[in-house]
Structure formats: structure tokens, C-alpha cells
């Protein structure tokens, strides 16, 4: 099966700060991956589709990048609302397999 | 509105069994599939398994291969996670979650509690 490994596990920084989260497959994916965004306490919020594509609503310092078997998640400016745990899951083919995650907190 | 609706959380027993109910509405239930996602605490989402309600026809991560039943009823839009033989290390968050492409829609979740 598919290994999905995301860096960093952890990440602080300062509210205006760019931020990026990597994915990478253990083998390629095309861009059939997607971010997720998990508040704490909250239902998992789906923030990124086919590696690069926002659903409606979501903000668009959000974006997605990369394809095959590396993938970038970017906050182009980081506010204290975006504290959650990031994660990426590979949707080409079963298992759907999801990245261990990414806590993102505020200096 | 899209939306799925899962069962109340459950306290249970070592040794006892468990089924969690999602159901679908504001779609056709049929003809998207349906996940089951595992959130141990404080941990991560572990993909667990998959039905297409159309026909039920499944799939499932080889660790949760079975450990866990999913099955679907479409006459009444909901899908069905079961639990055998429980453990502590059950003990868990349950999401069912809509598969269109990306996991687009997510129950609330069903929070499982195992302890003697």
C-alpha cells in the first residue's frame, strides 16, 4: 500500500507568516490528493481537492501544490483561526490512506 | 443541505459488539461511496474502510480486515460500521464521510468508549 508522510509533524509560527506543510506518496499519486483541516475538537473539514483545488468557501490564503508524489499545503498568511492539525490523504485508489498530520500552532 | 448524521456515542464493555449508523441525506445516497475514518485519541485519522452503498461493494484497510463489518441499507440511506469483540484500544472517535472524489461531507462523529 501507499505510504503518505507529511513534514513537519509540528510547526509554530507568527500570525502574517507563510506557512508550508510537504506530503510526499511512496508512490505516485497524480493529484489525487487532498488537505484536510481539523480544529481541535472539531469534524475534519475538507480544504483541498485534486491536489490544488478549493471548494467554495474556503479562504484563499489556502492553496495546494504538486503532483505524483509530492505535494505542498500553503498559508500565505498565517491567522490565529488556521490553528488546527493539517492532514493529507491519497483518494487515487483504496485505502485512502491519510498523512500522520501536521499541528499548526501560533507563536 | 448534504449531510450525514451518525448514531449518539456508545459506552461499552470489553468482549461486547457495537454498530454505528450513518445516514445520508440531501443526495442520492446511492450513488456516492461511503467511508469509515478511526480517531483514536489524540491521535491521527486512520482510513478504515469504504461501501458503495449502490451495491455494496466494500473495501477495507488490511489492519481493520476483519475486525470491522460495514454494510449499508440503501432503503434507508444509512451505512453501518460494526464492531466485534471490543477492546479498550477501541476505544476511539468514528467518522463516516462521504466519498465524491475527496471526502467532501463528514458525520459528526461517534465517540466509542470501552472500559470495564
Known amino acids: 500500500d501507499i505510504q503518505m508522510t507529511q513534514s513537519p509533524s509540528s510547526l509554530s509560527a507568527s500570525v502574517g507568516d507563510r506557512v508550508t506543510i510537504t506530503c510526499r506518496a511512496s508512490?505516485?499519486?497524480?493529484?489525487?490528493l487532498a488537505w484536510y483541516q481539523q480544529k481541535p475538537g472539531k469534524v475534519p473539514k475538507l480544504l483541498i481537492s485534486?491536489?490544488?483545488t478549493l471548494p467554495s468557501g474556503v479562504p484563499s490564503r489556502f492553496s495546494g501544490s504538486g503532483s505524483g508524489t509530492d505535494f505542498t499545503l500553503t498559508i500565505s498568511s498565517l491567522q490565529p483561526e488556521d490553528v488546527a492539525t493539517y492532514y493529507c490523504?491519497?483518494?487515487?485508489?483504496?485505502?485512502?490512506?491519510f498523512g500522520q498530520g501536521t499541528k499548526l500552532e501560533i507563536k | 443541505e448534504v449531510q450525514l448524521v451518525q448514531s449518539g456515542a456508545e459506552v461499552k464493555k470489553p468482549g461486547e459488539s457495537l454498530k454505528i449508523s450513518c445516514k445520508g441525506t440531501?443526495?442520492?445516497?446511492?450513488?456516492?461511496?461511503i467511508a469509515w475514518v478511526r480517531q483514536m485519541p489524540g491521535k491521527g485519522l486512520e482510513w478504515m474502510g469504504v461501501?458503495?452503498?449502490?451495491?455494496?461493494?466494500?473495501s477495507y484497510t488490511p489492519s481493520f480486515e476483519g475486525q470491522v463489518t460495514i454494510s449499508a441499507d440503501k432503503s434507508i440511506s444509512t451505512a453501518f460500521l460494526q464492531l466485534s469483540s471490543l477492546k479498550a484500544s477501541d476505544t476511539a472517535m468514528y467518522y463516516c464521510?462521504?466519498?465524491?472524489?475527496?471526502?467532501?461531507?463528514w458525520g459528526q462523529g461517534t465517540m466509542v468508549t470501552v472500559s470495564s
Open positions: 464521510a462521504r466519498r465524491a472524489g475527496a471526502f467532501d461531507v
Open positions: 440531501g443526495y442520492s445516497f446511492t450513488t456516492y461511496w
Open positions: 461501501i458503495y452503498p449502490g451495491d455494496s461493494d466494500t
Open positions: 508512490q505516485g499519486i497524480s493529484s489525487y
Open positions: 485534486a491536489a490544488s
Open positions: 490523504q491519497k483518494y487515487n485508489s483504496a485505502p485512502h490512506t
